[in-house]
């Protein structure tokens, strides 16, 4: 594939182009079911959540990343937010690693959480500080 038009219709590239999304069902319903922010599909409860990115993740992108936590926040969710500085999508993953697991052991124990959720995404991590 080298072009946009070799994977999609030409209508619906025209209708993303013009930022109508109405004209481009189904996938502005897809769009709309799949995002957590802002979602149509109600939230039945509140689990504790562990959010971790990378500062530098080209998949994922940090600052997307955080304004969705920002806004998931504010419709109530509870979210332990680490964004790891100068990291990418992978090494953002494998440096948290032993935080991860040990906070996913501290949910299944009943331990009480200690962040409590407090939806900050002001700080930058530094994410092999956080290795046992």
Not at 23 to 36: G, K, N, V
Not at 61 to 69: D, F, P, Q
Request: charged share 20%; aromatic share 10%; net charge negative.
């Amino acid at each position: 594939l080298t072009e946009v038009s070799d994977l999609f219709q030409e209508d619906f590239i025209d209708a993303i182009v013009q930022g109508d999304w109405s004209a481009s069902d189904p996938f502005s319903c897809y769009l709309e079911s799949s995002t957590l922010p802002g979602s149509a599909i109600p939230r039945v409860g509140n689990v504790p959540t562990l959010f971790i990115v990378g500062e530098n993740d080209t998949l994922a992108y940090s600052g997307t990343e955080r304004a969705s936590v920002e806004k998931l926040c504010d419709e109530g969710q509870n979210i332990e937010y680490i964004e790891c500085s100068d990291a990418g999508h992978v090494t953002a993953a494998v440096e948290s690693l032993s935080y991860q697991w040990n906070w996913l052991s501290r949910r299944l124990e009943g331990q009480v959480w200690s962040d409590g959720g407090s939806c900050d995404t002001s700080n930058l991590q530094i994410c092999t500080e956080l290795m046992d």
